[in-house]
Structure formats: C-alpha cells, structure tokens
C-alpha cells in the first residue's frame, strides 16, 4: 500500500509542481524579468529547467525517505547482486547433493525389492524342507516296522533251520542203521534236502532283504540329517535376510529424512544449526533438591537460548518467547541426576537441524559424571618410528595416528566427544611440526616409542592435555608441550 500511495503522490506533486512552474515561467515571460542579465526569454527557460529540476529531486527525495528497498537497490545493487550469486551456487550444490541422494535412495528400495524376494524364496523353501522332513520320518516309521517283521521272520526261519539240522542228523544217524529202508531213506532225504535247500534259499532272502532295509535306513538316516542341515540352513538364511530388511528399512527412512530435510532447506534457506550441535554447556554440582536443579536446568536452557538467537539471526526476541524447548520428560530425568549433590558435566544439544529464522528449536541433554579420567603422568596412546628412515610427512601421519587413537580412548575412558565431529579437542599443528622437526634433528638411529601422556590430572569437564614423549631405549630423549589432541 505504501508503494502505491508514493506513485500517487509523486504524481500529483509532479503535476503541481509542472504547472506552477509553467505558470510561473509564462508569468516571467510576459512580465519581462530578467536574471543573471539574461534574456527574458531564456529567464523563462531557465525557470522552466529549475522546476523540472526540482520535480527529479523531489521525486527522489520521498522515494528515499520512504522506501527502504529503493534505497538497497540503488546503493547496494553490486552487493545484491554477488548475493544472489552466491545463493545461487549454494542452491545448485544443494540440487546436486538432493539428486545423488535421490539416487542412493532408489538403489536402497531396488535392494529392499530383491531382499523381500528372496525373503519370500527361502520361506518357501523352509515350507517345503519341513514337509520334506515329515515324509522322510513317515518313511522312517514304515521301514522300521518292515524291519522288525524282517527280524521276526528271520528269528523263524533259523529255528526252523536249527530244527532241520537236527533232523537231519538224525536221518543220517538212522541212515546208516537202516540200509534195508535205504530207498525209502533217500527219498526222505531227497525230500529233506530239498526242503533245506528251499530254508536256506529263504534264509538268504531274508538276510538280503535285512541288507536292503539297513542299506534303505542308512539312506533315510542321511536324507533326514540333510533335511535338518538344510532346514537350519533355510532358518539362518531368512533370519540374516531379516536383519537385512530391518537394515534397508533403517537405511530408507534415514535417506527420506535427509532427502524431507533438504527439500526443506531448498525451499526455506540455509541451516544455522545442526543435529546434535552444543548450544550451552556447564558443569553443575552441590545442588541436592529439586528445586536447585530445575533453577541449574533453566539456566542452561537460557544460555542455549541466547546462543540459538545468536545462530539463527533472530534479532530482538521478547524475554516471554520461548525459543528454545525441552520435552518436560527429559527435564524431570535430568533434574532427579543432578540433585543427588554429585559433581556432572551437563551439555544441551540441538535434536535436530534448523534453518535461519526458525524459532522453535527443540533440545536434549547430554550428562555425565564429572570424575577424574586420566591422572596426572597416565600413557594413553604409543606409536613406533624410526626417524632416521622416514620422511617428515611419514612422522607426522604416525603421529597423527598416535593422536587419533588418544581421542578414541579418550572417548572409551569417558570424556563427551563433540557430537559434530566426533572429537575432544583440536590439537596445535604448530606444536606438532615442532616437535617432528626436533626429532628429525637429533637423527637418532633405530626405533622410538612416542608416547602420549597426560602432564596433569584430567577430569570429564577439563579440556584433555596431552604431552608426547620420545622415548628411546626405555630413556626419555624429547617432550613436547602440553596440548590438546584433536
């Protein structure tokens, strides 16, 4: 509306202006006056360019009074400008990274797809292992029972044979006293014979059929061991495709959030803080009420506040605004930590990432025992080197080795990373080049044990002081000063 009133105006104050300074310049002419010993008719000029003159810088005059954007515009335009190149480049990156994460999130559901699918594949093969298993146990229970018929008739048929043999030695017995029946005999005994012969005949039968039905258990035996192992495979397989689905499902809901998050930065501007981001930290101890602690927990939360204003170019914020939030859950946990006296280390984290000009950001906090860590002359980390041998750059990726493991066991001993960058510190390149140089100047032949110690006790709020130390057969040849490792 201000924009349209200023044309209105500039208009109506242009016209009036035109024509006073017309009637003016007529008045002058027919009136004859001159000035600066001009003719009257260039007199009357003259005043008409004054009165145009004053109408541009008149029109001016209110534009810059009431229009802030005009004023920007016009003196600031190269400033704009570069600006908005800059967005641009920024915008074009942030499409970029949207597009290749577009992509890792299409390729994680492609492999979402084909895990579902041999999920699927191996419950059908699980089904058909164990339908499987039930018609080999049912075959199992069929040929056992063929096998104890099989014993049955066996056990028969060798007393009938043992029956046999004693007949027939009682013929042969009765053979020999009985010459006159020999006729007689040796029919019977054609009649006996062929009747052993038909005994063992069934005999071997019976022992090649109990053969077949060992051989056949044998089988069954083998086929339902396989059976199982195949079974327990199949359950193995689909518990470890299990685990990958959860993985995938994991990997796209983190992928759609980084993708949500983005989109969002593309449509409302640049991130001024970041998940996981300290906003206030303090170490709070002595406080042995409720009260006590929610007052400590305010505090904090009021500096996380001034810091989050601070971040996210708010400005001027009444103090009644609440711009930074706290789930009421996670206050009444913290403050039943910190008021039983002891001594803690307390940060406050940004829980997720936030755009310039956001003013509701929500936190949570980080606690931790404020304890003793490291004592005062404690070996944290060592390396090996042999400086006569290496180059300067191969001594300082060891060293940078030997400080990269001091913020692992720093962290495992217990100090607070910074959630950003998962270190305790930042280390002094300057030092560092000090100390591989005066290494390298002594020359000294052989292995050196760096060691990185601590020169002083450490706590969990203190910052963590490392010194290195040379050491060379088990006597210290170099120190360094004390700094802190990245």
């Known amino acids: 509306m201000l924009g349209y009133f200023l044309v209105v105006v500039i208009i109506i104050l242009g016209g009036a202006i035109a024509t006073l300074g017309d009637r003016i310049g007529s008045k002058v002419g027919k009136a004859r006056l001159s000035l600066f010993n001009l003719r009257p008719k260039n007199t009357a000029i003259v005043i008409t360019i004054m009165t145009g003159a004053v109408i541009s810088a008149l029109t001016l005059g209110i534009v810059f009074a009431f229009s802030q954007q005009f004023r920007d515009a016009l003196f600031r335009f190269d400033d704009i400008q570069k600006r908005s190149r800059i967005v641009q480049k920024e ?3 942030t499409q970029a990274e949207k597009d290749t994460i577009e992509i890792d999130l299409n390729r994680a559901r492609s492999s979402l797809s084909r895990t579902r699918q041999r999920l699927k594949t191996a419950n059908r093969s699980l089904v058909k292992a164990i339908a499987r298993e039930k018609r080999i146990e049912r075959q199992l229970k069929q040929t056992q029972s063929r096998f104890l018929q099989s ?3 066996i056990t028969k048929f060798a007393g ?9 030695q009682s013929l042969r017995t009765e053979r020999k006293k009985l010459r006159v029946q020999r006729n007689q005999s040796e029919a019977r005994l054609k009649q006996v014979n062929v009747q052993k012969r038909q005994l063992e005949t069934a005999i071997s039968q019976a022992q090649t059929r109990l053969r077949q039905v060992e051989m056949q258990k044998q089988e069954l035996t083998t086929t339902i061991a396989k059976g199982r192992q195949e079974l327990k495979a199949a359950n193995q397989q689909r518990q470890q495709l299990q685990k990958d689905v959860q993985a995938l499902e994991s990997n796209r809901e983190r992928l759609e959030k980084n993708v949500e998050f983005l989109l969002l930065g593309l449509r409302r501007g640049t991130i001024a803080i970041r998940t996981g981001q300290i906003l206030a930290s ?7 009420s409720k009260t006590d602690a929610l007052q400590a927990i305010n505090t904090l939360l009021q500096q996380a506040r001034q810091r989050a204003i601070s971040l996210s170019n708010l400005g001027e914020i009444p103090n009644e605004q609440q711009v930074v939030q706290m789930r009421q859950s996670d206050v009444e946990r913290l403050a039943i930590r910190i008021g039983d006296g002891k001594s803690y280390v307390v940060n406050i984290l940004a829980a997720a990432s936030y755009l310039q000009g956001e003013r509701a950001i929500f936190v949570v906090p980080q606690l931790a025992a404020n304890r003793v860590i490291y004592q005062a002359g404690t070996p944290i980390a060592r390396v090996s080197v042999q400086p006569a041998q290496m180059s300067d750059e191969q001594l300082l990726l060891q060293i940078e080795q030997l400080l990269r493991g001091v913020n692992r066991q720093a962290i495992v001993a217990g100090f607070l990373p910074d959630p950003l960058n998962g270190t305790v510190g930042t280390f002094r390149q300057i030092d560092l080049f000090r100390f591989i140089l ?45 700094s802190n490792p990245s």
């Open 151 to 153: 014993k049955r008739e």
């Open 282 to 288: 303090a170490v709070i101890q002595d406080i042995n």
């Open 91 to 93: 915008l074009d990156e």
């Open 438 to 482: 005066a290494l390298k100047d002594r020359n000294d032949q052989g292995t050196v044990d760096i060691i990185a110690i601590t020169p002083k006790t450490v706590l969990t709020a203190s910052p963590l002081a490392i010194e290195l130390v040379a050491v060379k057969d088990k006597q210290v040849i170099l120190r360094s000063n004390a």
């Open 160 to 168: 009938q044979a043992k029956q046999l043999r004693s007949q027939i």
